[in-house]
């Protein structure tokens, strides 16, 4: 069975629990803890765990009863008996939802069952997890979409960001880690599974070049078992990056993340004495935070950063904002992302690639923009959002590479003249000086809708509406002159 059949199993084992009780978010926590005593075996670490909860022991218990007695009992006591820090994390807070012990069982002898390596087919449980981590992000009524950005956009953002061995690389609102794993991933593509690098490099890769905070329980712990599941012992911490908390959050060599949208509880600031603009606007201190956290000697860190549109806009303390970002920064692109990609449809995003200056003044001389919104198909379960959506838009933000060069040979720098050289409608770009002429406002580049339709010669898609509109025109037109020639 293939890592996606797997998944799906799994997954429709939620409707047997459903007279339970149990939400799929809820269900998802409980597969996190069966799943991980069951990799704890496959993976060959279950001398970390009680041998009472290893899961030879569990799945040989007969009884029902006694079974969810001990499961119950492990959840109560594992986050503290495991000298392992994953474990404890992991754990922490842990308790069942389930209520009937017959369905305990039907967990365990499901995932049991499960064949993890098939042939010589790599281990599929990472990415058995991931399914699991996209259709709870699925589920409109769980909720958890805010945790989980489209795999599309991530690995674009990090095939563009193209990190480094022996970078230092962060999210300040994990999620469920997907950024840093896909960051992880990229690299081990390149260098063969990390096994071309010395042993020092390799332990650099898996204990320190990834890392994150997470302020939600669930997700920090989805975000742990993602981690682990992928070979990395990535220090994810667990509260809120806008508290003194994130004061240690600095000079990484790059930042992905797509920070929760919305502003503070209660509208209150963050309680950080750095940041010398106040703001209770959630996103706005997020990149703040951001741009702040990079570290500024080399000239190379950077930045791909998922923000809605009133970020773009927002005036007084945005504006601000903004300005700091384009004097500390090189904000040399903005991509205007499509309606409808994340959980919430109506929600509009952008993302924001920027480098950190050397200097503190004058770092951004223009700021290039791509329109991936105006006439963009409505992204759904007909039309599926893939990374082929990208397509023109890596064409342009590279001067020229497409999607298989990218990932081949991008080295993450920026060439205006092979940026300039480009003939898209959608690609524009801005001075510093026009601008700070709108009053630092980002938000343009979107192009009128005729403008695609006048290039539609490049290959650019057409607004399917009116193309129909236009069809159904002709007809009436031919219709009334066969009634003119009848009457």
Same mark, same amino acid.
């Given at each position: ?250 000079? =990484? %060599?790059?930042?992905?993340?797509? &920070?929760?949208? +919305? ?5 209150? @600031?963050?309680?950080?004495? $750095? /940041? ?93 923009? =791509? %329109?991936?919104?105006?006439?963009? &198909?409505?992204? +759904? ?5 893939? @990374?082929?959506?990208?397509? $023109? /838009? ?94």
């Amino acid at each position: 069975m293939s890592a996606e059949q797997i998944a799906k199993k799994l997954w429709e084992l939620c409707n047997v629990l459903r007279d339970d009780g149990v939400t799929y978010h809820q269900y998802l926590n409980e597969l996190t803890y069966i799943l991980f005593l069951r990799l704890s075996e496959v993976k060959k670490f279950d001398q970390d765990i009680p041998e009472q909860y290893r899961w030879s022991k569990l799945k040989g218990i007969k009884d029902n009863k006694e079974l969810f007695d001990t499961y119950r009992d492990l959840l109560a006591n594992l986050g503290t008996m495991s000298s392992n820090a994953a474990i404890t994390e992991i754990y922490t807070n842990a308790s069942t939802t389930l209520r009937k012990p017959v369905n305990l069982r039907t967990l365990i002898t499901n995932i049991d069952q499960i064949d993890w390596y098939e042939d010589e087919e790599q281990d599929k449980i990472a990415s058995i997890y991931e399914e699991l981590l996209e259709k709870n992000a699925g589920e409109k009524k769980s909720g958890a979409g805010q945790y989980f950005t489209p795999r599309p956009l991530i690995n674009v953002m990090v095939e563009l960001l193209a990190p480094k061995i022996g970078e230092r690389w962060n999210d300040p609102a994990a999620g469920t880690f997907g950024f840093m794993i896909a960051a992880d991933e990229y690299l081990k593509r390149k260098y063969d599974d990390y096994y071309s690098l010395s042993q020092a490099e390799r332990n650099f890769q898996v204990h320190e070049a990834f890392s994150g905070c997470e302020l939600v329980q669930d997700a920090h712990r989805l975000a742990l078992m993602n981690a682990k599941l992928h070979g990395l012992e990535s220090p994810i911490a667990m509260g809120d990056t806008l508290t003194e908390l994130g004061k240690s959050f600095k000079n =990484y %060599d790059g930042v992905l993340a797509n &920070p929760p949208f +919305g502003t503070k509880q209660g509208g209150e @600031r963050p309680t950080r004495d $750095d /940041f010398t603009i106040q703001t209770s606007n959630k996103q706005l201190n997020f990149l703040m935070h951001i741009y702040r956290s990079l570290r500024r000697d080399t000239g190379t860190a950077r930045a791909a950063v998922v923000l809605p549109d009133n970020v773009l806009f927002e005036d007084n303390d945005g504006q601000k904002i903004r300005r700091d970002l384009m004097e500390k920064c090189d904000l040399h692109t903005v991509l205007r992302l499509p309606t409808g990609i994340f959980y919430a449809a109506g929600v509009k995003t952008n993302v924001l690639f920027f480098t950190r200056g050397k200097k503190e003044n004058g770092n951004t001389q223009r700021v290039w923009f =791509y %329109d991936m919104r105006t006439n963009a &198909p409505s992204y +759904g379960k007909r039309t599926p959002f893939t @990374r082929e959506a990208f397509a $023109d /838009f890596v064409k342009a933000y590279t001067g020229g590479l497409g999607l298989e060069e990218v990932k081949e040979s991008y080295d993450g720098t920026v060439d205006d003249a092979k940026r300039q050289a480009i003939q898209d409608p959608r690609w524009q770009v801005f001075t510093r000086e026009q601008i700070a002429a709108k009053n630092d406002s980002l938000d343009i580049g979107l192009i009128e809708d005729e403008n695609i339709s006048k290039n539609a010669d490049l290959g650019q898609p057409l607004d399917i509406a009116k193309q129909a509109a236009a069809e159904l025109d002709a007809i009436k037109k031919e219709l009334d002159q066969i009634i003119a020639l009848l009457g």
